[in-house]
């Protein structure tokens, strides 16, 4: 079997670790692993040399997605891919069209959440000849929404590897520093890092109560930049970019995502494999990792910074952090780790190709 990822890019993000990861693996599975993506992004680095290489030209235009389309045809009937796992709807339809009279098939994987989109969006969207839904919620939304066929679409929740977030501590509030908080994403309207910046000063307001982080880049930097400068919120930092998100978990007490909507983040099983709680909007999956109560805390998906500092508060002096993270870590247990990601995975693959 000869699998080529397709992303958009290689940039920092969990999608994009999910291509890296799977195309690694997959060389020890697989008779060929390739990747075709946009040039440039760190993440190009990590893939091991027996992973094929192939850079994307854009698609920002017509005559660009025909472009992209006539080299992927070439590339899928030269190197002979019979599965093409395409991790962007926008790429998965491209792929559709290039695979038209070869054996190649196409593997569609949904990492989001979409709504309320036209009527012609949705009939365009989604037509892999099987579906990936990496939690309940996106295989709920393929069949309902997307009137796509049940017997189409696996779930396969996405995975990491312990080893990969290091030994697990007990949390540093515990051993009597400041509570830390921290959040990790792209610098993006849909992480809004804006209503975790507003949290964090809401609930040092008074006094320097707890230390938060911000991990990433993005196009919001520099206004964010300017806020704080105005504005400054004391115990704040924002950090930029890091490779080294297991170790930034296990420096903190508890991950704070404020994004506007997700699928089912990296960034979360992360934290229950470091043995971190998870204070997270109830949006997409993040309901399949987070128990409320147990593990952390959904709360309303429109709730104001004032009222997610509230429930960091209530946790700091109810001293949870201890009882989430090892309800975190056996959570983690309960998903499995990355090879059986890439197993159900590679039964997707055999499946499409029986």
């Given at each position: 079997?000869?699998?080529l990822?397709?992303?958009?890019?290689?940039?920092?993000?969990?999608?994009?670790?999910?291509?890296?990861?799977?195309?690694?693996?997959?060389?020890?599975?697989?008779?060929?692993?390739?990747?075709?993506?946009h040039?440039?992004?760190?993440?190009?680095?990590?893939?091991?040399?027996?992973?094929?290489?192939?850079?994307?030209?854009?698609?920002?235009?017509?005559?660009?997605?025909?472009?992209?389309?006539?080299?992927?045809?070439?590339?899928?009937?030269?190197?002979?891919w019979?599965?093409?796992?395409?991790?962007?709807?926008?790429?998965?339809?491209?792929?559709?069209?290039?695979?038209?009279?070869?054996?190649?098939?196409?593997?569609?994987?949904v990492?989001?959440?979409f709504?309320?989109?036209?009527?012609?969006?949705?009939?365009?969207?989604f037509?892999?000849?099987?579906?990936?839904?990496?939690?309940?919620?996106?295989?709920?939304?393929?069949?309902?929404?997307?009137?796509?066929k049940?017997?189409?679409?696996?779930?396969v929740?996405?995975?990491?590897?312990?080893?990969?977030?290091?030994?697990?501590?007990v949390?540093?509030?515990?051993?009597g520093?400041?509570?830390?908080?921290?959040?990790?994403?792209?610098?993006?309207e849909?992480?809004?890092?804006?209503?975790?910046?507003?949290?964090?000063?809401?609930?040092?307001?008074?006094?320097?109560?707890?230390?938060?982080?911000?991990?990433?880049?993005?196009?919001?930097?520099?206004?964010?930049?300017?806020?704080?400068?105005?504005?400054?919120?004391?115990?704040?930092?924002?950090?930029?970019?890091?490779?080294q998100?297991?170790?930034?978990?296990?420096?903190?007490?508890?991950?704070?995502?404020?994004?506007?909507?997700?699928?089912?983040?990296?960034?979360?099983?992360?934290?229950?494999?470091?043995?971190?709680?998870?204070?997270?909007?109830?949006?997409?999956?993040?309901?399949?990792?987070?128990?409320?109560g147990?593990?952390?805390?959904?709360?309303?998906?429109?709730?104001?910074?004032?009222?997610?500092?509230?429930?960091?508060?209530?946790?700091?002096?109810?001293?949870?952090f201890?009882?989430?993270?090892?309800?975190?870590?056996?959570?983690?247990?309960?998903?499995?780790?990355?090879?059986?990601?890439?197993?159900?995975?590679?039964?997707?693959?055999?499946?499409?190709?029986?």
């Amino acid at each position: 079997m000869r699998v080529l990822q397709i992303t958009d890019g290689l940039e920092v993000g969990g999608v994009e670790r999910v291509v890296v990861n799977l195309a690694s693996s997959l060389t020890r599975n697989v008779a060929r692993s390739g990747v075709l993506a946009h040039p440039g992004g760190p993440l190009w680095r990590e893939l091991p040399k027996e992973v094929l290489r192939y850079e994307a030209s854009p698609r920002t235009s017509l005559l660009g997605k025909i472009q992209y389309t006539l080299t992927l045809r070439k590339i899928i009937k030269n190197d002979r891919w019979n599965v093409l796992h395409c991790h962007q709807r926008g790429v998965a339809l491209l792929a559709v069209l290039a695979s038209v009279g070869t054996d190649a098939k196409v593997v569609e994987h949904v990492h989001n959440m979409f709504r309320g989109e036209s009527r012609m969006k949705r009939l365009v969207s989604f037509r892999g000849t099987r579906l990936i839904a990496c939690g309940s919620a996106m295989a709920s939304m393929l069949v309902k929404d997307y009137g796509r066929k049940p017997s189409s679409v696996t779930t396969v929740l996405n995975a990491v590897n312990a080893s990969e977030a290091g030994p697990v501590g007990v949390p540093p509030s515990a051993t009597g520093a400041r509570p830390r908080i921290l959040g990790i994403g792209r610098l993006t309207e849909q992480k809004d890092p804006l209503r975790f910046l507003e949290t964090i000063r809401c609930i040092n307001r008074e006094e320097h109560f707890v230390d938060a982080e911000w991990v990433g880049d993005g196009e919001l930097r520099t206004s964010l930049e300017d806020r704080l400068q105005m504005q400054p919120i004391r115990g704040f930092s924002l950090s930029g970019a890091s490779d080294q998100v297991g170790v930034k978990l296990r420096e903190s007490d508890v991950l704070l995502l404020t994004s506007r909507w997700e699928g089912l983040p990296l960034v979360l099983l992360e934290a229950l494999s470091a043995g971190r709680g998870v204070v997270a909007p109830d949006i997409g999956s993040c309901r399949d990792a987070v128990i409320s109560g147990g593990n952390g805390i959904l709360y309303p998906p429109d709730a104001t910074p004032q009222e997610i500092a509230a429930i960091l508060v209530a946790a700091v002096l109810e001293q949870s952090f201890v009882s989430w993270g090892d309800n975190s870590k056996a959570r983690s247990s309960e998903i499995g780790e990355f090879a059986r990601f890439r197993d159900e995975v590679i039964a997707v693959y055999n499946q499409v190709r029986s």
